[in-house]
């Protein structure tokens, strides 16, 4: 399945659907992105309409990226990630396939 | 199972408790949440009324965040978390499903 | 299968071909390479000419190597990295094995 | 098996027998203790004699935690932690059950 | 298995052979060791003549340890550690026993 990564824009939310792939997400690295802004920039996720949940908060030119270990599966419903602040943020992992054993459970 | 997080904030402890859950908890990162605290955040865990461990100490404008790799299964009784400092901070991980083996053997 | 390691000079973009090697790719560190730039250096990688993703971003005398935990198999294309700043960034990791019922599956 | 913590003061090393526990042990996590040092505080460990290992160096105020990934097993002699510095060192992580196979063979 | 560290002091290269272990090492932590020096410490790796990969970089006072995550096993030839800089770098992880149908496969 391999690599997976997406760049989220502040003030724009992105959904991930995990239904929608044939893998596991696992996120595994954040990295800011271009822009001139100083303030922070922080990438919350929220699935379902429960509360947002911050994942990792990133200062510029001091802590600009951030290793994450994160898995979203089938039974998550849509999540969507959302960046606060005034650069955008790069996630990036992969997707691993979903054991056969889990699949037929799953489907 | 997926995506697991919660907001843990300053002087009000929030527990888990594994037996609730049909999967094990991977706690993989901590994020300073908001607030205008300059004092650190620590988060500390205890189980069963053993001491107190510290699992991260954040800083606001230096290290807001920090990858962790914790694990709490049936086993563990009720955890207890804490931050001690202004601000909150905001846990994440995902839950792992039992392999039916350990399943038969723990019920 | 073990080790892995490449130095990617900026603005000499790099690519690795996941069906060249009988394994899969663990790209799990990125440490900052030799010279005199005090500008960042920001490694990203692209697959088949989708949009370059940002996988770190290092920061000369603050913040020089980075863990990193990215998956490049058979099912994904040619992959390019490319590194913009003054410094070249070492990404090291190591080649696992596919395993056999995979193997099966993919060839 | 789940969470494993303890607390390492400087000067008071604190020894851990693999042999007295059902489980691997997988420490993850080092987080300063309180106190008021503002020198480093370094951990150490130390199996059976042999030269000490520095595990992490951490540093009030500027890197006060720091993920690790050691294992410790039933073939380890006893491992002695300590601590050099000004203030504590809590360790976290968790005891993984070995698996069968594993055990027939190691008893 | 379990534990497995060394010191790498500067410019004394150490050699390490995955084919004289019982098992694959994973190195997962490298801390800056004592001294008083104040410029950088890097440690990279090389194996069969190949070019040198830098693994990471430490900084005295700001960034004393840092995460690694990389796999040794008998494919690979002797592996040499080299450090530059003024300070020995710790290097510590685990040796996890080689699967059987891995042993039969490769002897």
């Known amino acids: 399945m391999g690599f997976w990564g997406i760049e989220v824009k502040p003030g ?18 954040a990295t800011l992105g271009d ?14 309409g429960k509360a947002p949940v911050y994942l990792c908060s990133l200062l510029t030119n001091k802590t600009e990226c951030c290793p994450l270990n994160l898995e979203f599966d089938d039974e998550d419903g849509i999540v969507e990630f959302l960046v606060t602040g005034t650069r955008s943020i790069h996630l ?16």
């Open 35 to 48: 822009g001139f802004g100083r303030e922070k920039s922080v990438i919350q996720c929220s699935i379902g």
């Open 92 to 107: 990036s992992g992969y997707l691993e396939a979903y054991e056969e054993e889990e699949e037929d459970e799953l489907h």
């Open 12 to 29: 724009k939310p992105q959904t991930f659907d995990p239904e929608s792939e044939d893998g596991k997400l696992h996120v595994t690295q």
